[in-house]
């Protein structure tokens, strides 16, 4: 299966996924499922970390610091070193 994402959404996503250490498929299900589960409901409130945006109904993560396509692309290298060293460990 393929889907595109908005450059948002896809470093929102990509920024969650590193820090949970966690595969894009993953993070997406996570993010995606956290909509309707009834157990870990998104906060609606913009100060939280990650909130379901009012309007599309989609989860947004907010950062403190604004996240570069050169910041994404050093995360995904670190993102397959890491991978790879799992691999061949």
């Known amino acids: 299966m393929t889907i595109s994402l908005s450059e948002e959404a896809y470093r929102t996503t990509k920024v969650y ?24 409901p998104l906060p609606v409130e913009s100060q939280e970390l990650i909130y379901k945006d009012p309007l599309t109904g989609l989860p947004v993560m907010k950062c403190n610091q604004k996240i570069t396509l050169e910041d994404l692309r050093r995360l995904e290298e670190e993102e397959d070193r890491w991978q790879w060293e799992r691999g061949n460990s």
């Not at 996924?17 to 870990?40: F, G, T, W």
Request: avoid cysteine; glycine fraction near 0%; aromatic fraction near 0%.
């Open 17 to 40: 996924s590193v820090q949970r250490k966690i595969s894009m498929n993953k993070a997406i299900n996570e993010l995606l499922n956290s909509l309707d589960s009834p157990q870990k």
